[in-house]
């Protein structure tokens, strides 16, 4: 069974110092102790003798310095496990059988070539050995000189590629052991491509095996060779043979970079996809169809499964037996974002009311009518379609089936025919079985010291005045239903009376943050529209009050459990909006201390980073959650603030985190108040609960969001945004059927800024298949990045880092690897082969692996990751995308007369040119790099100014100059920003001056300053890898 595939294959053929997972880039097992331990056999000669033009697996090794750690575990055939460590409640087994550590050795005995001694040699004079711990020396088995009968054999011509002409040859990756000033290791091959032709002179060669040997074992025939290529990119090594072993001596040739241009590409493979789909109409009729990517913009019409918008899955062909997910490995999982915003150009949701019956519901798993509901007998039955159990059909719901036993209404109704639509729900579904009251929005404001004198008090206090005139309002209503209040805080909580007949605010104060209440219940939340004089009194009175206040103390803790007492009081849900800028260290619930310690940092007590320092916030927030109370935090830290505690409590809420380090007034306030206004505005649920069903064979065991849970089953939201996604994990339970394949079904109660109860409903079908070339045809890369993160972030909090980098390697190893075994044409095992779909994933899991949560960087501050994990948990699939693979815009190439944006690069410092001048954009931040030599008509087009030295990189806005150049750029960057969560603040950067390194962190391809490999050399790890669970 052959499917097309991406075919590459790294010109290397001795193993690369530190690609294995040394502790350098990704950590072993255990300590480097361990790993010398007798059970593990070294592996003593390098580079085996191979098949005519057919490279060795990656896995022979050089003498000397590798360690690979207790790595052979999957070669023994056991799968790895997930982040193993103690299994969620929720989940029947752990995902993957226990990782033991092998007794086998972690590569095939090799067979010695006399390039060998060569390489030996230019080992030791490196004298590498002299690095790292639990290295064996080169002098360990050095190979004997071997007969020149290897070299014997008909020179073979180059086979031809389909890619660009012109050798390269992969340089050694970067790591600890050959450091950046060490010499490069010999090339072994170079590469020719183009036309055959005869091979370069400076290149060396690979000997075939002498007569009368057979092929060793992991190099079978290279079918491909002699046959027609497989369809699909593909990378090949041509070899024609020297006469004799004297080429093989003489210094190291200079080598030649791999060109990173035949590596497949993420901006290619974004180009095409939006070439073949971008702008069309893509209907939902079919089940388990792929839809166009993320980044293509097309309009969807719902046609009986919920829009792409709504739900992505990891794969869209789930396969029929937990066997063959054991195999594949590919993780079963769909991302929900039940709120997403539809475009002005799709329908959005109809509303079904049924008046007091209320939606029609299966009798045994209670899913609610949809497309998959099957109806019989006339139309007085209906089988489910999750849990095929025959339901009567209520007699007000009863309608007469035509001739191919569809309902006549089945058009009429949205239920029927379309994936994701709304119901009104009864009171059954409201809290006491009373009507909700429309929800409150309760602002909280930092009034210490600090916050008063960088003027930050008086900009919320100005914003609040423009922006509560945009609360959020049902569509056919004139004014919003929700009501305001406000409090203010330091040590003690301030509360304020802002009732319509009053002339002036009335403040009361409460001292006592141990056991907090609520001193007054009418004329705290009020309607916006009703008090407004009041209000914008209280609002220019604010800063005043407090100027000459010294207190620089806060307490955090009691300020949520009063806006949630509050909430609670008026039986109302709600959200928070709290202002805040400093480690909470006055005597109260929640008081926490500074414990930012970077000795943590890389041992295995890291995870105590990433956890909350007291159990109050989790109990907070659970109680906030059970009320409906919803927590945004705007953080304005100076220094430590413990992100990792504050956090908590609005990542288990549905709430936001909004962070801006070091906040100057000047600098800093319109990327705030965008955020403010954003927050304040955007479509939003209260009160929720979602829960996924599924058809037989398979169940939902695994959640990762801003959620929270009590049970197995129910995910409870205090609200829920447009912006909010929920990813969720499937295992089966049984076998499932390719006819009927594999149905979900997510079901969210809420209750709406209008104060109505609705069930949201979104239905999905997707295929099954017992081919696995199916299940890899159907992936989907940024939805299986967008679970990888989440889960590896998740786990953040109770394994050793090295260890979760390490699965995540061994994972995307064992899913290629099973391809590369079941799927593709029987090429040489030397070639790295990947499905069509998955062809960018190993780059986007590099970026996961190089991301500061997963690897520490001395310049990352303990808050900055703590925030970049919880922010991570939330995202859909477009976010996560653009926020592990930035967008990288040449801006000196925009056209001033065509309004798209200009054609996006490769994240690397290779793309990146003196003359040019570069956009980036990750979600968070907005880099405009300035190339040395950039046109200074450019230069003055954009900031008004004669030349490059005279650009001030401090502003965070550019000045609006007039011109074409100048609005196009400015267009350019509001068309990035658009439907983005975060506003991202602008950040100048000239070439070659110091804020540049950070810059350059987002050049994602590369090497990483403090560790983490480039995309070429992790292609070369995993490749390895896949090589020697192949052998």
């Known amino acids: 069974m052959s499917q097309q595939g991406y075919v590459a294959t790294p010109p290397y053929s001795q193993s690369q110092p530190g690609m294995g997972l040394s502790s350098h880039h990704y950590g072993h097992y255990g300590d480097p102790s ?9 592996p003593a000669a390098p580079l085996g003798a191979t098949s005519p033009g057919v490279l060795p697996p990656p896995g022979t090794l050089p003498p000397g310095p590798h360690q690979f750690g207790q790595n052979g575990a999957h070669a023994s055939g056991q799968p790895p496990q997930r982040f193993p460590g103690s299994p969620p409640a929720n989940s029947v087994a752990p995902s993957y059988a226990s990782y033991q550590p092998s007794t086998q050795p972690s590569y095939p005995p090799p067979v010695a070539t006399s390039s060998v001694t060569h390489l030996g040699t230019q080992l030791n004079a490196m004298q590498i050995n002299n690095y790292g711990s639990g290295m064996t020396s080169p002098s360990q088995g ?3 000189p071997l007969s020149a009968t290897s070299f014997q054999g008909p020179p073979r011509p180059p086979q031809p590629s389909i890619l660009q002409p012109g050798s390269q040859v992969l340089p050694p990756p970067p790591t600890a052991l050959n450091g950046p000033g060490a010499p490069p290791l010999p090339p072994t091959l170079h590469r020719q491509e183009g036309l055959p032709g005869p091979a370069p002179l400076n290149a060396q060669y690979q ?9 060793g074992a992991g190099y079978p025939q290279q079918a491909a060779n002699y046959g027609p290529q497989m369809a699909g990119a593909q990378l090949s090594y041509p070899g024609g043979f020297p006469t004799g072993p004297s080429q093989m001596a003489g210094p190291p040739q200079l080598q030649k970079k791999l060109d990173p241009d035949s590596i497949p590409s993420p901006i290619q493979v974004i180009e095409n996809d939006r070439a073949t789909k971008g702008g069309q109409v893509y209907t939902t009729n079919t089940r388990g169809q792929v839809p166009p990517l993320v980044t293509t913009d097309c309009v969807i019409q719902d046609q009986g499964n919920a829009s792409p918008r709504y739900i992505r899955c990891t794969t869209y062909c789930f396969p029929c037996t937990s066997d063959m997910a054991k195999q594949a490995q590919i993780p079963l999982a769909a991302v929900i974002k039940p709120f997403a915003t539809i475009p002005s150009n799709e329908t959005p949701l109809y509303l079904v009311n049924h008046g007091e019956n209320g939606p029609v519901r299966c009798n045994r798993c209670k899913a609610y009518m949809c497309p998959f509901m099957q109806f019989i007998e006339g139309g007085r039955k209906y089988q489910c379609g999750l849990c095929n159990c025959v339901n009567d059909v209520p007699p007000f719901y009863f309608q007469h089936l035509d001739h191919i036993g569809r309902r006549l209404d089945h058009y009429e109704k949205p239920e029927l025919s379309l994936g994701s639509y709304e119901y009104v729900a009864t009171l059954d579904y409201c809290r006491k079985n009373r009507p909700p009251n429309p929800p409150a929005f309760i602002f909280m404001i930092d009034v210490s010291y600090s916050n008063i004198k960088n003027g930050l008090v008086k900009l919320i206090c100005e914003e609040l005045k423009t922006v509560l005139e945009k609360l959020p309002k049902e569509e056919q209503e004139e004014t919003s239903a929700i009501r305001v209040g406000f409090i203010t805080y330091n040590k003690v909580l301030h509360f304020f009376n802002v009732k319509s007949n009053l002339a002036q605010p009335q403040m009361m104060v409460v001292t006592d943050v141990g056991e907090v209440f609520v001193p007054l219940l009418d004329g705290f939340l009020v309607n916006y529209q009703e008090s407004q004089s009041v209000i914008h009194n209280l609002l220019d009175q604010i800063p005043e009050m407090f100027a000459d206040s010294s207190e620089n103390e806060t307490v955090f803790a009691p300020v949520i459990q009063a806006g949630m007492e509050a909430l609670k009081a008026a039986e109302c849900p709600g ?47 659970k109680a906030c959650v059970s009320h409906g109370c919803s927590v945004t935090l705007f953080l304005f830290p100076s220094q430590y603030v413990d992100v990792a505690s504050l956090s908590l409590v609005p990542q288990l809420t549905g709430g936001t985190l909004y962070k801006y380090n070091n906040f100057q007034i000047h600098l800093d306030s319109q990327q705030f108040l965008k955020d403010l206004r954003n927050d304040i505005e955007k479509k939003i649920g209260f009160d929720a609960i979602m829960r996924v069903r599924t058809s037989t064979g398979f169940r939902a065991t695994d959640f990762f969001g801003a959620i929270f849970m009590n049970n197995t089953t129910d995910v409870e939201m205090a609200a829920i945004d447009c912006d909010k996604a929920v990813t969720v994990e499937f295992k089966h339970d049984d076998k499932l059927s390719e006819d009927t394949g594999a149905l979900i079904q ?14 949201r409903i979104h239905n999905l079908g997707l295929n099954c298949s017992s081919q696995l070339a199916d299940l890899y045809k159907s992936c989907e890369t940024d939805a299986l990045i967008n679970f990888f993160a989440k889960s590896a972030f998740k786990a953040v909090l109770h394994q050793p880092l090295k260890v979760i980098r390490e699965i995540l390697v061994n994972q995307t190893a064992h899913m290629l690897a099973c391809y590369r075994k079941n799927c593709a044409s029987p090429l040489a095992v030397s070639q790295l082969i990947l499905p069509e779909s998955m062809k960018v994933f190993p780059v986007y899991m590099n970026c996961l692996l190089k991301n500061c949560v997963l690897l520490s960087r001395p310049e990352i501050s303990t808050d900055e990751r703590a925030y970049q994990r919880q922010l991570v948990m939330a995202m859909a699939v477009a976010d996560s995308q653009l926020f592990f693979y930035p967008q990288l815009l040449p801006i000196h190439t925009l056209d001033v ?22 956009l980036l954009a990750n ?28 650009v001030n990189t401090d502003m965070t806005l550019l000045p609006e100059v007039g011109n074409p150049y100048s609005q196009q750029l400015r267009m350019t960057m509001n068309l990035l920003q658009q439907k983005r969560p975060y506003s991202m603040k602008l950040i100048i950067v000239k070439q070659r001056e110091q804020p540049e390194m950070v810059f350059r962190q987002f050049l994602v391809e590369d090497k990483g300053l403090y560790g983490g490999a480039s995309y070429v050399d992790f292609l070369c790890c995993v490749h390895k890898e896949i090589c020697q669970l192949l052998n």
């Open 34 to 42: 361990q790993a010398t331990s007798p059970g593990m056999v070294k």
């Open 142 to 144: 050095s190979p004997g």
């Open 207 to 215: 000997p075939p095996p002498p007569p009368g040997q057979t092929l």
């Open 575 to 621: 959200k928070l909006f709290i202002f805040h800028s400093s480690l909470p260290t006055a005597e109260a619930p929640g008081k926490l201390k500074n414990r930012d310690d970077k000795k943590l940092v890389n041992t295995d007590k890291e995870k105590l980073l990433f956890q909350p320092q007291t159990n109050v916030y989790e109990s907070l927030a």
């Open 746 to 759: 997510c079901a969210v109660l809420y209750t709406t800024i209008g104060g109505q109860r609705r069930l």
């Open 897 to 918: 007369k065509n309004t798209a944006l200009p054609a996006p690069v490769r994240c690397s410092e290779s793309r990146l040119s003196e003359e040019g001048i570069f």
């Open 923 to 950: 979600g968070l931040h907005m880099f405009l790099w300035l190339g040395v030599s950039s046109p200074p008509e450019l230069i003055q087009a954009i900031f008004n100014v004669p030349s490059f030295a005279h």
